[in-house]
């Protein structure tokens, strides 16, 4: 009887291995904004059911990762918040950022695989000619000089943070968003003015602070979070709003990309007509099989 048991469990296939997947990270729904009646972006309560569709055809969009760039003074809590988000923890003793950090988050939103390239920028001025570099590559054009400058579609994302128990900070934080947008004249970002260490705060400061920063969002045409890397608070919904909007930028700036191709295809003589082939945009294999394309 031992024995047998013994020889059953020998038997039994090895458990398959489970990839849990983060659920942060996986998105069906468009996340709604921090305040809901006051956002320059989307306040519906999904993706537009156009995008879905679009989603749904068999041609799947080839995203480019999204540069999402984190600029703010020093010590306002840019690299608490990521490394809140990307590893769940907060570190309280402060080590400046030398230069600029990276962080790679790949989600998974409708089903398709996004990823944002965090650029967690140094607020200390002595760094401030090597952030500009990185505003520069989030124009979606330099780092992937290979590629023709049609197929990169992502629109860069600017992350303005400031101090909610530092007032000058926000001042600070309008001249970095600024300074970062004159870099970036080639496609429009999406751009968040988020307010740091909310648990600093008392209800009443916290309150008036968010007046404050609601005002000067809707003057920089940005979204405004009140976050905490230390609790917590807010975290979570804000990288998940920014991924989802980051996301439909892409989608919409690629169908639009086509449609202007499709549109330059028709008009233009035959033989210039190839320059732009729509299978360097979304890859199928089918129609290579049927235009008889060997590669
Ligand atoms: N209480 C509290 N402290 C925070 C929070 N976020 C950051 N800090 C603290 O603020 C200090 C600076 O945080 P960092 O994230 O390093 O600031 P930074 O903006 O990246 O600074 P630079 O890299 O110099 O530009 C650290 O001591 C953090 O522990 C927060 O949400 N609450
Ligand atoms: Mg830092």
Sequence with gaps: MMSHTLRQNLLLPTPPTVTLHDPRTHLRHLPPAY??????????KDFAPQLRYQLELPR?????????IFVGDCA??????VNRFC??????????????????????????NFSLEMWDTAGQE????????????????????????????????????????????????????????????AQKP???????????????????MERI?????????????????????KITEFFQRLAALAFEAAVQQQLKTLQATAKEQTTQ?????????????FGSRSDKQKSGCAC
């Design 213 to 233: 920063a609601g005002l000067a969002a809707a003057e920089l045409r940005a979204e405004f979070w009140s976050v905490s890397a230390r609790s917590g608070y």
């Design 35 to 44: 305040s809901t009646t006051q956002t320059p972006y989307s306040r519906e």
């Design 190 to 208: 999406l751009i968040f003015l988020v307010g740091t260490k909310a648990d600093l705060l008392t209800k009443e400061e916290f309150m008036r």
């Design 60 to 68: 799947k969009p080839k995203l480019r990762p999204c540069k999402v």
């Design 126 to 185: 002595r760094f401030k000619c090597i952030a500009g570099a990185y505003y520069r590559n989030a124009s979606g054009r330099s780092s992937y000089a290979y590629i023709p400058t049609i197929y990169i579609t992502s629109s860069p994302v600017i992350v303005a943070a400031y101090d909610m128990s530092k007032r000058e900070s926000l001042e600070a934080a309008k001249k970095w968003l600024s300074s970062a947008l004159n870099y970036n004249t």
């Design 87 to 112: 590893y769940d923890k907060f570190q309280s003793n402060y080590k400046a950022t030398i230069g600029v950090d990276f962080e790679l988050e790949n989600f998974s939103i409708l089903g398709h």
């Design 269 to 281: 003589t035959p033989e210039k007509s190839h320059k732009f082939d729509l299978r360097n945009f």
């Design 76 to 81: 306002v809590g840019k690299t608490a918040m």
